[in-house]
Structures are given as C-alpha cells and as structure tokens.
C-alpha cells in the first residue's frame, strides 16, 4: 500500500484512502493510459489466469498410481453391490418386507406359518422369511455407505472437483463431480461412470499444465516488452487485488456463518420446544384416553355382551406405551389375553367399535349432546340389528335415560324401516323418509308411520290408480294387524314369532280370532259384547271376505276405489274392538288394550 501510494502516477488513487475503498479498475485503467495500455491489460489477465492456476495446485507424481488403485477398488465394490442386491426381490418389493416387519412386531398375526395375504402354509416361520429378506436390504444399504465414504474420501473426487472449480478449466466439459457424489449416495454409480470421471480428470490436468505454461511464458514475453517499473506496478496493483478480494471473502464467509449459526440456533430452539410441547401433548392425550378408558371400561363391555350374547368373549382396551391403543381378549372361550383382530369376526369387531365410541358419547360432556350413525348395522344380521336398535332405545337415548344423548340414525335397509315403523307407535322415536336425487336435486322429508300408508292408499285411490293402491292397502293392512298382536298381547305360535315370511294376513286374523275365542271361552276376555259382536259378525267376515276373495285371487283390479276406500274402513274398525277410553291427563284418547285377558 505504501510502496504504491509513492508512485507519482498513482498518488492520487492510494495517497490517504484504505485499500479496500480503492477502485482498483481505475487504477489499472490509469496504468493503461500511462503507457503501454494493451500490453499491461494482457499482462494482468496473464498475471490473474496463472494464480487461478497455481492455486488449484500440481498434481503429486504418486497421483496416477494412486487413482487407478482407487479405479480397482471402486470397481470390485460396484461389482459387489450388484452382485448382492441380486440376492433381494427387488427395490419394488423392499418397502412391503419392511412394512410387513412392522405388522410381524406389532403381534396382530400369530400363526407363523401361515401367510397372511393368501393364507397359503409355510415350510417355515413368516418371521425368518421376512427378517431374512429385510436383512439382505440392510446389507445391501450398509454396501452402498461403504461406496459413499469410499468416493468421498477419494483422490479422485477431490482432484475433480478441485479442476472443476475453475470456469477456465471447465469450458470444454460437463462437471461430473457433483452428480456423481449423489449417484455414490444413491448407490447408482457404475464402473463406466468412474472411468468417465478419471478420463475427464486427465484431461483436465493436461489442459491446466498447457495452459499454466502458455501463461507463464506469455507472461514473461510481457514483462520484457514492458518498461520495469511499469511491470512492478502491474504485478502490485494484481496483488492488491487479490487481498482485496481475499479479505472481501473472508467477510462475506463471515457474515454468512455467523448468520447460518444464528438460524442454526433458532432452530434448536424451536426443535426443543416443539419436543417438549409434542412430549407434554402426548403425556396430556394418554392420560385423558386412559381415563375415559377407566371410565367407559364396564359399560362398553355390557354393551358388547348384550349386542353378541357372548359372554365369554370379553374385549379389553389397553394403551401399553405411547400413543397406541390395542385391543385384547381378557377372555376368549376361557383363553385370555389374545389378538382381538385376528379372533373376532367382522361383525363383532364392528360392535366392538359401536360399544365403544357410543359409551365414550355418552360419558362426554357437549353442548350439544347428539349422534349421528349412518348405516352402522350393514355387517349384522337382522337380530343383531334390532339388539342393537333396541339397547340404543331402551338404555341409551335422551328420555328412557335421563342422562342419554338424542340420536340421528341413517338406514337403507328394509328390515330396520319395518321396526322404526313399529317403534314410532311408542312416540319415543319419529320415523321419516329422505326422498330425492342427492346431491343435486331437491329432497323431501316424509314422516313414516301407519297414518302415512293408508293416507298413500287413499291418494292412490281418489286418483284412480287401483293397482297403486293396492300395495299400500296391504302393507295398511299387516300393520295394523301386527300393531294389535303387539299392543294386545296376542299369543302367536313360535314359528310366526320367528319367521317374517309366516306373518301373512290370513295368519295373523288366525292368531287374532283364535285367542279372542280362547278368551272368550274362558271367561276372561276384556272386549265388550258390542265389540266382540262386531268383531265376529262384520270385521272378520270383512276382511277375510275381501281378502279371499279379491286380493289372493289377482282379481282386485275390478272392484271400484270406492269399495276399497271401505275396506280401509273397515279395517280401522277392526282395530277399534281392541281400544278402549283411557283418560290422559285430563283428556279421554283411545288406546289399545294393554292384553285381551282381563286377569
């Protein structure tokens, strides 16, 4: 700095100003209009092209013997790679071996010689096949670390990349290093990928000593055609040039790592917060799980017992550590502690899961206290639907428990509309009907019950659409002769207790008839005369007259609306000799009798 600002015809430039506020391009254009401006212009590219040069370093006379050493090597364990991922099922099948790993621990699947996707036996255990596959991935990845750190550490890849660093130098060629390093990671890299790689570095070694020695020459060719003084001055100013940027990047380096530590930093912070907040979470969730586990433990239990009449199949809910929740069979046919998954079948699996979340309803505190169950019952039979159905009714929802919640039940199946049908006649539940196109048309609520299927037949018929009609009179029809087998107590055989397709309506006006007569006779039966004589003279002959003689014969067709507008009367009247007056709250309504037997 000193030596330059004695210089007359830099003065102006270095005399009292820090070096790195100098513009050194206009020192340099100074020293261009002095004297000799192209010949100095050339020599300071010559001057800056062989620092480049010298600094990337020569090559030490070891390193060809050393590279193809490396060359060798690189070359058996890409041979080994391939030759031992050969010995797999292929990247494809990896990430199945090590999901079914996964499943093996969990212990959901307990025979170990049976496969679990197509059930076929084994000559052995699922676990050894599995644990001996994943191990040869490992062997495979442990291999492929071993390459890594093999290219990593090598001559090779340093002196690439090192010659690669030069834009001067990299002109002519594709960088390799860089892709290669990833390939190395991957375990993609190929002997001829290697033997690329070492071409391009010879080469590139021969392009930097052709070219260190034309500078180097040009250089000195220079330097004899420049006047001494302005040679020096060439060579100082490049020289300070060089500091100037070594100290620029030495400040900038700084800057950026002090900023890198800053962000490094922050982000311990957030990564020990967010753990200890995920820790406080996890601890916070698995304590309150526990307790509503504790909490519900008996009552989904009950609830299981009653939907599967199994009580010697027990499930139990467990959390063993973190946020896992199992399920096991306290007792299963007096064995204990066993695979819920693996023993139960779909259908009490599937009341597993209603008995828990539904207890879990009714012991959580909301505002708003309600659940809606959209078609939970399409995995049982239809006993096991109205269990369900009924423990809901009876033990469960707002009104038959003081503490229930009101529920919103959704069902396509046809069993269940003919007992919401039946349980509307308790007021306890309202039985309606979506219809419409969803989700683009309009839908239309329409309130099922037996006003709504003799109102239908009525419309049918004021239209004149017999055969419409026809099919509601009859549904009319068996409604409300099982609405007085139920309501009255009627004793029906075992076979039409149990069988759908015997409650026909000539069965059903049997089973009526046959105990009002057994009442009769034994003195005890609570229909006044008057309702006895109509029900015996006029209903009954009604009924079963029309009946017999129009709807079994297809012959129905031929008779007018309006005489089977009367039908429906007297069908209402048929169900009217088993009311009688019953005073409600200050009010007289007719209700059916609560048996026929007055004892």
């Not at 750190?149 to 002519?172: F, H, I, K, N």
């Not at 031929?558 to 005073?583: H, M, Q, R, W, Y």
Request: glycine share 4%.
């Amino acid at each position: 700095m000193k030596a330059l600002e004695g210089v007359p015809l830099l003065e102006t430039h270095f005399k009292g100003a820090v070096l790195s506020e100098i513009n050194l391009d206009e020192v340099t254009a100074t020293l261009r209009a002095a004297e000799h401006g192209d010949e100095r212009s050339e020599l300071s590219r010559s001057i800056q092209l062989i620092e480049s040069l010298e600094a990337i370093g020569d090559p030490s006379d070891t390193q060809p013997t050393l590279v193809r050493a490396e060359l060798a090597t690189f070359a058996e364990k890409i041979v080994e790679i391939g030759d031992l991922f050969l010995t797999t099922r292929g990247s494809e099948c990896r990430h199945l071996y090590v999901e079914f790993s996964e499943f093996l621990g969990s212990g959901s699947w307990e025979n170990e010689f049976q496969c679990p996707l197509c059930d076929s036996a084994l000559s052995e255990s699922i676990s050894t096949i599995v644990t001996r596959q994943v191990a040869l991935y490992e062997e495979v990845d442990k291999k492929i670390g071993e390459l890594k750190d093999l290219w990593e550490g090598s001559l090779l890849a340093t002196r690439l990349a090192s010659l690669e660093g030069s834009p001067v130098l990299l002109a002519e060629y594709q960088p390799l290093a860089s892709d290669l390093s990833t390939k190395s990671k991957l375990g993609t890299v190929t002997s001829t990928d290697i033997e690329s790689a070492f071409t391009q570095m010879t080469l590139i070694e021969e392009s930097r000593a052709t070219l260190l020695t034309d500078s180097r020459a040009k250089k000195t060719e220079l330097e004899a055609s420049l006047p001494p003084s302005l040679v020096k001055l060439t060579e100082q100013v490049e020289a300070a040039r060089t500091f100037v940027s070594a100290v620029s990047d030495i400040e900038t380096s700084t800057q950026v790592v002090s900023a890198l530590k800053a962000r490094l930093a922050l982000s311990h912070r957030w990564v020990k917060l967010v753990n200890n907040m995920h820790d406080s979470f996890s601890e916070a969730v698995a304590n309150a799980t526990q307790t509503k586990i504790n909490d519900i433990d008996t009552s989904f239990k009950e609830m299981f017992k009653n939907l599967m009449n199994a009580g010697d199949v027990i499930p139990d809910l467990r959390r063993d550590s973190g946020e896992s929740l199992n399920v096991v069979l306290q007792d299963f046919h007096g064995l204990s502690n066993l695979s819920a998954r693996a023993l139960l079948s779909e259908s009490q699996r599937n009341a597993l899961a209603i008995s828990v979340y539904l207890t879990a309803a009714m012991h959580h505190a909301s505002a708003s206290r309600f659940v809606v169950l959209d078609d939970i019952t399409s995995s049982f039979d239809a006993g096991h639907q109205l269990l369900l159905m009924e423990y809901i009714r009876t033990k469960m929802q707002y009104g038959s428990n003081g503490d229930g919640v009101q529920f919103l039940i959704l069902s396509h199946d046809g069993h269940l509309e003919k007992y919401f049908d039946r349980v509307t006649e308790t007021h306890e539940w309202r039985h309606h009907k979506l219809l419409g196109l969803a989700p683009t048309g309009m839908i239309f609520v329409d309130l099922q019950n037996g006003q709504r299927i003799r109102d239908s037949a009525t419309d049918f018929l004021d239209s004149g659409q017999v055969d419409q009609a026809l099919r509601f009179m009859r549904q009319y029809l068996e409604f409300k002769l099982m609405q007085i087998i139920r309501a009255a107590k009627i004793p029906v055989s075992l076979d039409f207790a149990m069988k759908d397709h015997t409650r026909m309506v000539s069965n059903c006006v049997d089973a009526i008839t046959d105990a009002v007569d057994i009442a009769n006779r034994a003195g005890v039966l609570v229909l006044s005369a008057q309702q006895l004589s109509d029900l015996n003279s006029i209903h009954v002959p009604a009924i079963v007259g029309n009946w017999t003689a129009h709807y079994e014969t297809s012959v129905a067709t031929s008779l007018s609306p309006a005489v089977l507008k009367s039908v429906l009367g007297t069908i209402d009247d048929f169900s009217e000799c088993f009311k009688c007056d019953v005073v409600e709250n200050g009010a007289t309504v007719r209700k059916y009798y609560k048996s026929i037997r007055s004892a």
